[in-house]
């Protein structure tokens, strides 16, 4: 399983960025697919989730109202937007997949790829 960030950078809080995910090595449309971050000297948490369809979703509270999550099974790619950005959204961030039923109370994201630097001034 290979997964791939791209869209991050630099940003002044207010702002928005839309960050893109490409999955290869796995039969995409049969995956939920999450994101999540990591900041600098803190745990990995997770920040949005989308089913297999793409009918359902789930957010943390901290972003709920100010990024939105999708995804392309065509073209195997789960996106993030995010708007009203703030300094504590700064982190690295990933996409995984997961299978698990509790997909959606971050629950079986097991592969990791490549994340994607967002970085927010104030």
């Known amino acids: 399983v290979q997964l791939q960030g791209s869209g991050g950078g630099l940003v002044q809080a207010g702002g928005s960025l839309g960050l893109s995910c490409t999955a290869s090595?796995?039969?995409?449309?049969?995956?939920?697919m999450g994101w999540f971050r990591q900041a600098p000297g803190q745990e990995r948490e997770f920040v949005a989730a989308?089913?297999?369809?793409?009918?359902?979703?789930e957010y943390t509270d901290s972003v709920k109202g100010r990024f939105t999550i999708s995804r392309d099974n065509a073209k195997k790619m789960v996106y993030l937007q995010m708007s009203g950005l703030k300094p504590e959204d700064t982190a690295v961030y990933y996409c995984?997949?997961?299978?698990?039923?509790?997909?959606?109370?971050?629950?079986?994201?097991?592969?990791w790829g490549q994340g994607t630097q967002v970085t927010v001034s104030s």
């Open positions: 995984a997949p997961s299978q698990n039923v509790l997909w959606h109370r971050a629950i079986g994201y097991n592969y």
């Open positions: 090595g796995l039969t995409f449309r049969n995956y939920h």
């Open positions: 989308i089913s297999r369809s793409g009918g359902a979703t």
